[in-house]
């Protein structure tokens, strides 16, 4: 069963995520994900290696580095296609955090020396940034760092809920220092950095806890300083929310087809459980969910693409809270629809269930989110007034 | 001039009309009464017309100028940015009426009526529920019986808004008693002024008087007042409701935008000036400011794609249910966060009048008229699982027809 979108037109990327969802579907079958979900890396090189030679990898990056240079929303379509299969991947940490990192703030030099390699598959990145549930971005990444006579950088702390760093060549990471924030691209296996994984309830993502023990880094590894620190992380965040938000939005619509299915075909009392109106409402709710989880996660993406002089509304949070919320909600509400069945470890309606919380948590609460947008409002209405809120950038 | 640009002239244009046009201080209007607040609303849409906006989206021999869905939002939302007047009285008119005599209406039908809405000469109700068809509208008993040229109507009416002040009506009986349950209906337009029509006001409980009963003992329609064939009125009907669905539907939107922006207001009026906003309430109102713009982006979304997907009828009802209940929640939270004074009786206001008189409780209490009428939520659930989801129909009793 699919449910197509009815308020979304999606023809820009049709072919790309037609051939997408062949590929995922082939690939990333359900029962190959739990195998590989309990493997320590927790994702499949050879499948990795496949997104790659597509070139989904590199869709963003320009044509002179080996990409198609193409706009954020044909990443939306494979990150909503990995997220229909609740597929465990490090797509969103290099195509959408490291990828991001390199096209907005990289030198001509640091992106020669490391977006061919992204888009060709042979290296993974990611991002260390705050992703506390208490606050995202700079100010709560746990690094600091101190500038060395000549312009190094010496940088220590712990960053924890780091996505993919265990499988990552590369590291994006932010610092806050006496001269403001930082923001550094360095090698993974540089000395001094010790990846640790964090046991995660989802199992088809990882998250680590990354350590870094007065890790050297040169001047010409730095990305960006001040304000221009600030507001790419703030971009990186953005991008992670609307991406977490496409991966959502999926998600639901496949719970919600899974359920439909079930409830067509299970029978009691003589009949489809379908039939009964307490069944068709949970799922004519979980419609309403997706429908409108779809229009917001197109917003999100919109606001990407066309990224307006910051007067609009921050729909990468709208649709990241709004797009979370609603998965979360109608993969309950599939569990709860499948009955004993949808308890179980068999069934696989858990996996979406584990990855929507995770989705909730992940870059920034819906709190978090939400407190973002209402900042916005306020702010609007009242310009004068100064926000008793805390810092987020 | 790029589609873009045009749009731009349209709004610059439309912006500028409407400084030197909307009335200045009518919030004294807030507590008028019927006949003041009719001419008050008859006079703007007067003034509309004259200058071609009354009715934009209608194709100009009508008066309009075939403007898209795109134009029409503008002018939503410069008529809220402006505080310009409501024209809650004339709405059934302009939207429902005119939709349903553009889709189904003959060419006298719309050459009588469509200038005479237009210029506020007529005032629409809707008579299609009745005490014993609710939820379950094609069982309706309102019969009309040809006897010559024309219809003889006997029934009863129920929830039909402003019938009270009303001077037409769009009906709906039953023409064939034998025939299946939905073909057995035709679709009428009928004079108020017609001899044997009784309306009585039902106090609602908010203590206003909208909703109306419509009694029928023996009046008389002329056949010329038929809208679309005998015994086919389902369908006409189903225009009418789309119309509820559609172009109204982003207008309700747009005024819960409207509310956001007082609340928030009203908000800001009432803090210290050191602003003790919490990060709480921050997160409310970021949270209802979100769903209020999904909202407006699914309402034109969904219309714009009405004119090439018969898939508006499934759709219609994902936009009743989420703005109703989206409506509803974010009364309830106005509600919470504006305490006990919330809860003091306030003198009812004319719902048109937009920004001023907060009452949120009032608000509130409207709000469950949103989950009820057009077709019950539960209604709307049971469309969305059967003709959206393919989930199979619920067996009916034996005997049901």
Redesign the interface.
């Known amino acids: 069963v699919t449910?197509g979108p009815?308020?979304?037109?999606r023809d820009a990327h049709d072919e790309l995520r037609a051939v997408a969802r062949r590929l995922i579907a082939q690939r990333c079958s359900l029962a190959a994900t739990r195998d590989i979900a309990e493997t320590p890396a927790g994702f499949a090189p050879d499948v990795w290696d496949a997104i790659a030679a597509t070139g989904w990898i590199a869709l963003e990056i320009p044509e002179i580095y080996g990409g198609s240079g193409a706009g954020f929303a044909a990443c939306a379509v494979i990150l909503e296609e990995l997220g229909r299969l609740a597929v465990p991947l490090p797509y969103l940490s290099t195509a959408v955090l490291g990828v991001g990192a390199l096209i907005h703030a990289g030198s001509p030099e640091q992106c020669r020396a490391y977006l061919p390699g992204i888009a060709s598959g042979r290296i993974r990145a990611t991002l260390v940034a705050g992703f506390d549930h208490t606050g995202v971005g700079l100010a709560d990444s746990g690094l600091r760092y101190r500038r060395l006579p000549g312009g190094d950088l010496i940088v220590a702390g712990t960053a924890r809920f780091v996505p993919d760093a265990h499988t990552a060549h590369i590291l994006v990471a932010a610092a806050a220092g006496e001269t403001g924030p930082c923001a550094v691209i360095v090698p993974a296996e540089r000395s001094g950095i010790e990846i640790q994984l964090e046991p995660t309830v989802d199992r088809t993502r990882r998250l680590c806890s990354v350590r870094l023990s007065d890790v050297h880094v040169r001047a010409d590894e730095q990305l960006a300083i001040g304000q221009a620190a600030r507001e790419l992380v703030s971009q990186l965040l953005d991008r992670a929310a609307v991406a977490v938000a496409c991966d959502s939005v999926a998600g639901a619509e496949q719970v919600?087809a899974m359920t439909?299915s079930y409830?067509?075909t299970r029978r009691q009392f003589g009949?489809?459980i379908?039939?009964?109106?307490a069944?068709?409402?949970h799922?004519?709710?979980m419609?309403?969910l997706v429908?409108?989880a779809q229009?917001?996660a197109s917003?999100g993406v919109k606001a990407l693409d066309h990224a307006s002089t910051g007067e609009g509304?921050p729909w990468p949070?709208?649709a990241k809270?709004?797009c979370t919320d609603a998965y979360a909600a109608a993969a309950g509400t599939a569990v709860q629809v499948h009955g004993g069945i949808g308890f179980t470890w068999e069934h696989d309606v858990h996996l979406y269930l584990k990855r929507a919380k995770l989705n909730q948590a992940l870059f920034g609460s819906p709190?978090w989110?939400?407190?973002?947008?209402?900042?916005?409002?306020?702010s609007?209405?009242?310009p004068q007034?100064?926000?008793?809120?805390?810092e987020h950038s | 001039m790029s589609p873009a640009e045009n749009l731009d002239a349209f709004r610059e244009e439309y912006r500028e009309w409407l400084s030197a046009h909307v009335p200045r201080d009518w919030g004294h209007l807030l507590y008028a009464g019927a006949n003041e607040m009719i001419e008050f609303q008859r006079g703007w849409l007067r003034t509309l017309d004259a200058a071609g906006y009354a009715a934009i989206e209608w194709p100009a021999e009508y008066g309009g100028r075939g403007a898209g869905l795109a134009e029409q939002i503008v002018m939503y939302e410069e008529n809220a940015r402006s505080n310009a007047p409501a024209l809650n009285i004339f709405s059934m008119s302009l939207i429902h009426a005119a939709t349903t005599f553009l889709a189904h209406g003959t060419q006298a039908q719309k050459d009588w009526h469509l200038p005479r809405i237009r210029r506020g000469e007529e005032i629409w109700c809707q008579g299609f529920s009745e005490p014993e068809a609710g939820s379950d509208l094609a069982s309706l008993r309102t019969r009309a019986v040809l006897h010559g040229d024309c219809y003889v109507l006997d029934g009863q009416k129920v929830w039909s808004s402003r019938a009270n002040i009303s001077n037409w009506c769009m009906v709906l009986a039953r023409t064939n008693p034998m025939a299946p349950k939905h073909h057995g209906i035709s679709f009428f337009v009928l004079d108020m002024r017609s001899p044997g029509i009784e309306v009585r006001p039902i106090r609602q409980l908010t203590g206003e008087q909208e909703f109306c009963e419509i009694f029928f003992d023996g009046v008389s329609v002329p056949v010329d007042n038929l809208v679309g064939q005998p015994d086919e009125g389902w369908r006409v009907a189903q225009t009418t409701l789309s119309a509820e669905r559609g172009l109204a539907m982003v207008q309700y939107a747009h005024e819960l935008r409207t509310q956001m922006e007082i609340f928030i207001g009203s908000l800001v009026d009432g803090s210290t000036e050191d602003s003790a906003i919490g990060d709480a309430l921050l997160e409310g109102i970021g949270g209802y400011y979100s769903e209020i713009e999904i909202l407006i982006s699914l309402c034109e979304s969904g219309l714009r794609q009405q004119a090439d997907s018969d898939s508006v009828g499934r759709a219609s009802s994902v936009v009743k249910l989420y703005y109703s209940e989206l409506a509803q929640r974010f009364a309830e939270y106005t509600v919470a966060v504006a305490g006990l004074p919330a809860q003091l009786q306030q003198p009812v206001p004319n719902r048109l009048v937009r920004r001023e008189g907060a009452d949120w409780m009032l608000n509130y209490l409207r709000s469950w008229a949103l989950t009820i009428a057009g077709g019950t939520n539960e209604i709307q659930r049971t469309m969305i699982g059967e003709r959206m989801l393919g989930l199979p129909r619920e067996p009916l009793p034996a005997g049901t027809p």
């Open positions: 449910v009815t308020f979304v037109h919600l439909v409830a067509k009949r489809p379908g039939t009964f109106q069944i068709k409402h799922c004519a709710d419609a309403v429908e409108t229009v917001a917003l509304i949070s709208a809270a709004y709190r989110h939400r407190t973002r947008v209402g900042q916005f409002a306020w609007r209405a009242a007034s100064v926000l008793h809120v805390a």
